[in-house]
């Protein structure tokens, strides 16, 4: 951490805040000029945050140096994390993992319908909310655990995995009994109380990145998961909010370029929240691939029109068809295997 | 509802379309000109979102044109909704409520020292954190349960009245216990679950505005609670992300107005962490009560260099007083009663 | 346009705005149901904007319905306009044409070592400021007119052309000189009298998005010049502002798709300038031909760590040339030429 | 500036960083931990920028100490500028000083009536757009020279002072020959030739924010001016861009508090364009006299609803006069006195 004192800042400002530092064991080393009082202090500092010490009268600005995250940190381990699952699939490794199904479960019918495209896709994860984070309290708020059932025995029937969201902690016992893939939605991401309960979990948890949260803090809800024992994380960005309102929300591609750099967990792509719109889903997922992301997450439904929900970001079935050969091409030609 | 087809969309197109919002009971009146197909939609349309009809191809552009909410709006209810609490509070109506206090709660010393200040000020509202959201899970979390016990027992000492954040649902029989106000943090405002829960409470609720919320879905929020039953809000503008990094966050003191015009329900402001920096906290103090909020949370210690969290955005007890002098006088000016 | 009135709004208050409405020729088809008093204008509306029918007492919403550009948008022009420049090279149509070269042009020695490699690469364009928009009047501000005249010569000795910023209106006789495309800068996005002046030049212009400007107004500015009679432009996305402080800016990558979606003008992506760190620019360029743009700007330079600006989001002639040998191999396998 | 290199950064990396930095004349401070390699950098940098930095191998994070501006900074000048106009005006010092008027000149008649209004009111400075940068360049554009003209002539009847908009570094002889303070648009805020332009101005400088602007940047484009020989130069806050879209702009009203810790230039808020709804100008005005402000400068029409531009944020006189009468009073309680 380095430390940079006000123009005008006392001596015992500065001695009140160096016995601070002292009193936690914490190393002060001067790197003034003539017009700047600053200095490093070097020692454990996750005791308390940088912003803490702007309560010290004199300190102008602190700058951390290293990330506050460890677990999830590439510095902390140099190899990417490759999480496993059944049908020879493993994520963060050179496989680009597919994800797909309806928004909302809606019936066995529906399921059923949208899960024989998925495998005929070739993907082996089915996706589909049974328990729906519905912005207004009047819409349809998802079958609940009867959607898990739907999910499981359509997914059995096929042979896929199934991957869906967690709306509580007190639901885990249901989750872990239906579920391959246990997702965390954007607006839970810091709802720091079910990121405890997961790290108790012994599923992957797919981490979805908050409306507004900095690649930063998306790794630091990471962290949380993994300082409670689970460290199987597959990260999802799906779109940042911005002043652009063409688009629902703005997808941050780069984003996979910065969890790469900073962690060494895996992370994919959502391009149906992130555009909301179908019309772009097939050339951004294209986008996802080639910028390296480790798969997608898809929305598909047979009749969008009467979905219950997010019908306007969900490829038909022909569509997706269409869309996961061209992404078999290019994954070919990257030397990835679509999966 | 206003619907716009695209440029060159089919009559069958539109005809898929208008048979969906027939089946809805929606009427369809046209606004047609000659170089656009648009139309309008009238009748109940709850039960789906505006962008759940770009799943129909054609479609160019939907506009909702009422607002989403109902019980949370003021087409609903002109009256200005006041919260009465003990002690002759009134919030909502021709008083400034102040609601001070550290940001955690420390030790039973330590909430005694602040208390004693906070009574001393003229305010009646203790604040404290016993459950803290902190984003690095290695940092400070909160005394929990002995939190809420102290809190009670300085708030009786005193007389003052306590309000202090709840972190899952399955906390709410301890907080109806120990606390009068119950507040929902900026990062849990779409934690629907937890808003369901509420909307079963008899106490208040303190609803802060998430980090990149709008006004209106910060609305939805509090109706999420009030469809639950209770009714008894109070929004909290604590500061919005954006690309600005000097102060934590921006504050958006206009949204003050916003609510005001959009709704019946009082709304006070958080300075502390919207601003992240003591040195700010009078002037923009001040700036609420001038531009109409019902009151102020605001965090205050006796010791913030040495304080377990945010210590950079408490105010000492001297500089606290003389805010509170300073706001007494305006307040007296604008024809409220500081309180 | 469709008008909401408030709930509250009088009879003299419609009837005074339909006065006005009426005196601009425009006709009033009214929508409005029980509960909601609402109705469409149509007509020609380009001589105001909808925000100012908020002047009017008793209105609460505006909706323009139609985009507010003309020659740019793609109702107006349903084909893809297609620059046409010396070499063959057709913006906009099946090539992903490539411009590069270093930030700013330093010398003589120094471009003509860069455009060998920009050569090499099979890329026709050769990029480099001459006028350098910096944010402090006290870093270099670029060569100024021997800029033009060095990048002319080096161009014309391996037959290539030439993309440079304009920073004035006055200079617009000595870019007509020097140079192929223009380039107007992010921050002079909405600098109206210097499109107006280019509106009237010859010469293609390569427009960039400003830092903070919706896609719309990006499309505002490209009218500003095709009102003066230059329909030549090539738009160009190169990241907005977000909070996100990762990269440089926030690559808005699905910013094509809408460009793609409402004009009929060709878009390109700077991902130097998006991301920042010259580590993501080789994947976020294979985006970018993945996503469907119509071509690169990139920043190359022999040895950035002594480049007089922005050498820290500039590839090294190796690392370059492996990238655009990847981008070959792609644009075959999706149907493109690159050139 | 300090330096962090990369975890895995070389002795040879170093070492090239090492040479440049002496090269420089910039003498290297260590400050390693046994996990990090860490220096800080003295002596003058301002000849290149941190990040330019990043295109040195091995370098992780470069982090800037001391602010990038000179004269626009506190630290260079203790005591508070303060610009003396005409009539005992002095910008920054205990005044509150209100500049009013017209969004466009529109013709004689329409000045002449709203600056009796402003006159009355107790204002001294009066505004008006003669040359106006609208979005489409089919809207209004303003009277031009006329408009000067008439700015001139109604502001001598009443013993006014002008302040207006340039556009274009070539009207300054213009603008130096009828206006008293000459305003640079948001949108102009990094239109650096203007900014050199008027760096040689001797009339004092109005800096409108942009609206994607740090408040760091808006002081860099003040040093640019300040650096060309004009030091009065007098900042205005007019919100800036975020994804809330209720209000035109969000008014970031704590950027007073930022500039007055970071300068000692005067800075005025401007709540019209901010939020772009008149219903709000009356409590953000007396909010902008309670954080702080030296000023405001707001839109006053007698007849909005046929105002040729921004007709929906102007205040009708009766308003208008209602509101000075508050903002009288209040700033008496704060010791200011309004002008």
Redesign the interface.
Known sequence: M?I?MK?DSTKKQYQ??AE?LKSKNLEI???S?E??H???I??DT????P??????EGVD?V?R??T?FKKASR?FKKEDTVIKLEHGIEIGKDQFVMMSGPCSVESYEQLRTVAKVVKQSGAHILRGGAYK????????QGLGEEGLQILRKVADEFELLVVTEI????LLPLFEKYVDVIQVGA??M?????L?TLGKSTKPILLKRG??A????WL?SA??IM??GNEEIILCERG?????????N?????????VK??SHLPVIIDPSH???????IE??S???????ADGLIVEVHHD????L??????LKPKKYLQMTDELK??AK?LGKTFI
């Open positions: 380095i940079k123009k009140k805040l601070f080393r001067d790197v000029s017009f700047v600053i200095f490093g070097i020692g996750s005791s308390f945050e912003v803490d010490l702007y309560a010290f600005e700058t140096v290293s506050p510095s984070p519905r912005t207004s309290p009047y819409a349809f709306p509580s902690s007190d607006r839970n810091q709802n720091f109380e079910l405890k409306l507004s900095t690649v930063e803090e630091m962290e949380y300082s409670g940042i909010r911005t002043f652009e309102k063409y688009t629902r703005t997808l941050d591609i780069s984003s996979v370029l910065t750099e900073l992130a555009a909301g719109r179908w019309s772009m050339k951004l294209l986008a996802s691939l080639a910028v390296g969008p029109e009467h979905a929900s997010d019908g306007a970001q969900s091409a290019m030609l």
